[in-house]
């Protein structure tokens, strides 16, 4: 069963465009929501993150939005770089005492010069 | 973020043999944790390390198979005991530190890629 869901297994982008990865999770309980990249023979990068109580986070060219009523959350990288060629994960946990991170099976985005 | 580094960073190993996995954090952490990933799947966590006190595992994974130590807030290793094929997998341990936001954001070391012949 699984509780968070990235149904894209890859996702490709032309330099400058935006990047739009999405993220689907079944756990009502799910309170904090995370980013990570992943590198190649590297471990993964936190990225960004969103409190349940909050329905859009940005940081430069990165912003998390967070839909509840849907169970989804999407991470748009404008403008997309080379650089940014990577394994995206998305994550989540119930806050609190339960520091427990439940991750999707990730989205190569390839990002085109 | 803290700075964490896991050795080795990589190895081939025979079935039935153990493998010890070492993840040292440059600062005093409060969580440490340890994830697998086996090939085209999501990371799972496999226990929660406890400082001073016995690990905490997840439904699926024993001590027996994955004993894990930490006998301080910046060090902690993993087992993987009695190798099989199926454990072929990258190990990565993740940190959180004390504080609301910082405790839910976990860092994670640079992995260690197993493979078991």
Redesign the interface.
């Known amino acids: 069963d699984q509780q968070v869901k990235q149904n894209s297994p890859s996702l490709s982008v032309q330099e400058g465009r935006i990047s739009i990865l999405n993220c689907d999770y079944t756990n009502s309980m799910f309170d904090y929501f995370l980013w990570y990249k992943k590198y190649p023979a590297e471990g993964p990068t936190f990225l960004i993150s969103i409190s349940s109580i909050k329905d859009k986070n940005e940081d430069g060219r990165f912003t998390v939005f967070l839909n509840k009523s849907a169970k989804h959350l999407s991470l748009h990288i404008v403008p997309s770089q080379p650089g940014d060629s990577a394994v995206y994960f998305c994550a989540a946990n119930e806050g609190g005492s339960n520091y427990k991170l439940t991750f999707g099976k990730g989205t190569l985005l390839t990002v085109n010069p | 973020?803290a700075v964490?580094s896991q050795k080795p960073s990589r190895d081939i190993c025979q079935r039935g043999t153990s493998l010890t996995i070492q993840c040292q954090v440059d600062s005093q952490v409060t969580?440490m944790?340890w994830y697998r990933q086996q090939p085209?799947?999501?990371?799972?966590?496999i226990a929660?390390a406890n400082q001073g006190s016995e690990a905490t595992y997840?439904s699926g994974f024993v001590i027996d198979k994955f004993p894990i130590s930490r006998p301080n807030l910046t060090f902690s290793t993993l087992t993987v005991s009695n190798m099989s094929p199926e454990d072929s997998s990258i190990y990565?341990c993740?940190v959180?530190t004390s504080g609301t936001?910082e405790?839910?954001?976990?860092?994670?070391?640079?992995?260690t890629?197993l493979l078991v012949l």
């Open positions: 973020s964490i969580m944790f085209g799947q999501s990371l799972t966590l929660t997840e990565l993740s959180a936001l405790t839910e954001t976990q860092y994670f070391g640079p992995g890629r």
